[in-house]
């Protein structure tokens, strides 16, 4: 099965979804970009004060662990609640979940307090999320994940969340169904952003399109899909991972939906 990529494509043409992103500091310029690049509208708000009032106004809300505080973290409940208020669907990226006791207590505070519509991981980060033994170095996943569709499925049926966990092939999983999404490219692991863009990546197309998993299976396709066209040239000759890093935000930036639809099935229901 494919999604529904037009409908998807138009939702967000038809709505620019504003997005809130409280993301890192790492990474915050190329999320902004990604946010723009696929038509919505990013704010980058991340002061208690000012967030509350921002997100009321919202269409989606980017939660990214990278470099959170305990500041950080409070504002990031406040903006939670404010979107549970308003109907402003939550994502959560649990960046370096895993790693250390401050970040599973992070995850587990926001999950536990905050109604999340979407939690985009890692395989490394979604297995620790499930209780299981995860090798997270930093906030990179590295080891073996053979369970990740099950452990996307428990995490998925623990928080309520559409659970997208990244990798070699993606696993998007809801309590009852999973899928395996074969897009993408190497090259996207070869420079740091990749993840926190697809985190933003979801919240735009969670921010336009009704139903999350629909949403989710689009956004997760087109993400991967933009990847392969920079690949193949489609969008500018590149000489390594930072010339095509320039190439694959133009991807994300020039991609219709007629050229995100791929020429074969690319999803797959798991049993």
Same mark, same amino acid.
């Given at each position: 099965?494919?999604?529904?990529?037009? &409908?998807?494509?138009?939702?967000?043409?038809?709505?620019?979804?504003?997005?809130?992103?409280?993301?890192?500091?790492?990474?915050?310029?190329?999320?902004?970009?990604?946010?723009?690049?696929?038509?919505? @509208?990013?704010?980058?708000?991340?002061? /208690? %004060?000012?967030?509350?009032?921002?997100?009321?106004?919202?269409?989606?809300? @980017?939660?990214?662990?990278?470099?959170?505080?305990?500041?950080?973290?409070?504002?990031?409940?406040?903006?939670?609640?404010?979107?549970?208020? =308003?109907?402003?669907?939550?994502?959560?990226?649990?960046? &370096?979940?895993?790693?250390?006791?401050?970040?599973?207590?992070?995850?587990?505070? @926001?999950?536990?307090?905050?109604?999340?519509?979407?939690?985009?991981? %890692?395989?490394?980060?979604?297995?620790?999320?499930?209780? /299981?033994?995860?090798?997270?170095?930093?906030?990179?996943?590295?080891?073996?994940?053979?369970?990740?569709?099950?452990?996307?499925?428990?995490?998925?049926?623990?928080?309520?969340?559409?659970?997208?966990?990244? &990798?070699?092939?993606?696993?998007?999983?809801?309590?009852?169904?999973?899928?395996?999404?074969?897009?993408? =490219?190497?090259?996207?692991?070869?420079?740091?952003?990749?993840?926190?863009? $697809?985190?933003?990546? $979801?919240?735009?197309?969670? !921010?336009?399109?009704?139903?999350? @998993?629909?949403?989710?299976?689009?956004?997760?396709?087109?993400? &991967?899909?933009?990847?392969?066209?920079?690949?193949? !040239?489609?969008?500018?000759?590149?000489? !390594?991972?930072?010339?095509?890093?320039?190439?694959?935000?133009?991807?994300?930036?020039?991609?219709?939906?007629?050229?995100?639809?791929?020429?074969? /099935?690319?999803?797959? /229901?798991?049993?």
């Amino acid at each position: 099965m494919n999604p529904d990529l037009d &409908g998807a494509f138009d939702a967000i043409e038809e709505t620019s979804p504003l997005v809130n992103c409280i993301t890192n500091a790492v990474t915050v310029n190329d999320v902004a970009n990604a946010a723009l690049f696929w038509g919505g @509208l990013p704010v980058m708000s991340d002061d /208690e %004060n000012d967030v509350v009032d921002m997100v009321a106004g919202a269409d989606g809300l @980017l939660l990214n662990m990278g470099t959170t505080d305990e500041a950080g973290v409070e504002t990031m409940l406040a903006a939670g609640r404010s979107a549970m208020d =308003h109907d402003v669907p939550i994502v959560l990226d649990p960046v &370096g979940v895993g790693a250390t006791p401050a970040r599973d207590e992070t995850a587990r505070r @926001l999950t536990t307090d905050l109604d999340i519509a979407v939690i985009n991981g %890692n395989y490394g980060e979604i297995t620790a999320l499930a209780g /299981e033994t995860a090798d997270v170095r930093g906030v990179e996943s590295v080891g073996d994940y053979s369970e990740i569709a099950r452990d996307a499925t428990a995490v998925a049926a623990d928080t309520g969340a559409v659970v997208v966990a990244s &990798g070699a092939t993606d696993v998007v999983a809801t309590a009852d169904r999973a899928f395996e999404i074969e897009a993408g =490219h190497e090259l996207m692991g070869r420079f740091v952003g990749t993840g926190c863009m $697809q985190g933003v990546t $979801q919240a735009v197309f969670a !921010g336009a399109v009704a139903e999350t @998993l629909d949403a989710v299976l689009a956004g997760t396709l087109a993400y &991967g899909r933009a990847g392969e066209r920079a690949a193949a !040239g489609a969008y500018g000759d590149f000489e !390594g991972s930072a010339s095509y890093r320039t190439a694959f935000l133009d991807a994300i930036a020039g991609l219709a939906a007629a050229e995100a639809a791929p020429d074969e /099935e690319r999803i797959t /229901e798991l049993d």
